[in-house]
């Protein structure tokens, strides 16, 4: 039985991949920083499906705190068969009117902890023969954010990021792949307007914003064997906008 460890998996996203992979027979370890209470609902749902879950509190910014929940994971499956990279927060400010606390946070939140997650699963990967890391950053790194320009930073770091390490892994079995989602209907657009909304699908080519399960099965199939030839890679998710 293959194994899943999702950070930021309690909400949106995050909690869709857990859904979606524990339908598919993985062990699931389920993280959350601050969404307590959000996390065990999921984990019920995942337990109802007849998968096996784990629930971690860490804040995957701080490298003591992934060590311990790397630790964690394998003490109880054994191994890590794929990391999901998923944890991240939003920063929609004037680069000027930007905090250095808020910079600082946005960087290690969406940046720091991919690092950090990939170096310490990298370690059991690499006594198993491989894995697959997938990286959750957004349409914004490829394109960048008006008013985003910390947060397309750090989601464009983990694009340079996650294509060097697909270099430096390959040869021990490990793939290396990003996921890169346009506007998709989680907690971070719950403060547009309706016509902010509908500006937004004006630019989209299919017309809508995205579900989390859109992303949910990009990494699904990113996590199967019929993934293996594929790494290195930016995937897209956002239904053709600004194309």
Known sequence: ???VLITGAARGIGKE???E???EGYNIVLNFNKSEEQAKEVADKISKLGARVLICQADVSKPEEVKKLVGGAVSVFGKIDVLVNNA???LYKLLIDSSDAEIQN????NL???I??????VKNMLQFGGGKIINISSKWGIVGGSGESVYSA???GIIGFSKALAKEVGFSGINVNVVAPGVIETDMIKNLSMQDKKELESQIALGRIGQPSDVAGVVKFLASDEASYITGQVIEVDGGWGV
């Open 1 to 3: 039985m293959k194994t």
């Open 154 to 156: 750090a989601k464009s």
């Open 17 to 19: 991949i857990a859904l």
């Open 106 to 109: 946005a960087i290690q939140t």
């Open 88 to 90: 991240g927060i939003s």
């Open 112 to 114: 720091n902890s991919v």
């Open 116 to 121: 950090f997650m990939s170096r310490e699963v």
């Open 21 to 23: 992979l524990a339908k």
